[in-house]
């Protein structure tokens, strides 16, 4: 029901991304932020999904129409290592940001394992974003100033998660609640990217209970 469109970057320069709009006009707005894979059809289904919750949700494409396959970690690396987070984040993300402020009051961010990181960035550092979810995703120790978040959080993980480990996310909480910022986490007995129903990891009542929770927060923060 989405379709695929061109928006400026902060700088001017044009990028893509993947639009699914309400049925209503200044719907709240998302940005829907892709896994080391691209911009995946799951991802662009997600876009879908939240348009008929009443969003307006836009998928930045990071990786500019590379598209990794599922079964290829190897390249799905090197894609992700090749990522420029900072420009991605000050530039691509916060121009969509932009690009969604124009109709929408309130613009939301909810990020998938890298997005997840993405997501978390985005929310310290992009002044339009009202509100912001990680699915099993975090950025590098110290990449990261929590002063600087300053919107509410709420973060997804898994109890199985052998790269953002039970550990890791019990400091990052930690490190929040000693900030006093306004976040709630949420743990699954599931396997990283449990979300992803194109994947053998999905896991469909721990998917349903994230989005029932995700829904809930945006209604209680972009409404």
């Known amino acids: ?21 309400a049925g209503h006009d200044h719907a709240p707005g ?14 662009k289904g997600v876009c879908d999904r939240l348009a008929l919750a ?9 990786y500019e129409g590379t598209v990794v396959p599922y079964h290829d ?3 799905a690396n090197l894609e992700m290592s090749s990522l420029d987070f900072q420009d991605a984040v ?33 929310a310290a550092h992009v002044p339009e974003i009202t509100a912001s979810i990680s699915f099993y995703g975090m950025p590098p120790a110290g990449a990261i100033d929590v002063t600087k978040l300053n919107v509410p959080f709420e973060g997804h993980y898994s109890n199985s998660d052998d790269y953002i480990t039970p550990k890791m996310v019990d400091d990052f909480e930690t490190e929040l609640k000693r900030a006093k910022k306004d976040a ?18 999905h896991d469909r009542a721990a998917a349903e209970l994230g989005w029932q929770r995700m829904l809930g927060f945006w209604k209680a923060h972009l409404s």
């Open 90 to 122: 000050s530039q691509t993300v916060r121009g969509a940001a932009q690009y969604l402020t124009k109709s929408n009051a309130k613009v939301g961010i909810v990020g998938f394992c890298m997005g997840g990181a993405v997501s978390l960035l985005a």
């Open 184 to 201: 709630a986490f949420y743990r699954y007995d599931a396997d990283h990217a449990f979300m992803n129903e194109q994947r053998d990891v």
């Open 30 to 43: 998302v940005l829907v932020i892709q896994e080391w894979w691209g911009l995946q059809d799951q991802i």
């Open 73 to 75: 970690h190897a390249a």
């Open 54 to 62: 009443g969003y307006d949700a836009l998928a930045p494409d990071l």
């Open 1 to 21: 029901m989405g379709t695929r469109i061109s928006f400026s970057r902060v700088d001017g320069k044009k990028t893509e991304g993947y639009l699914a709009k």
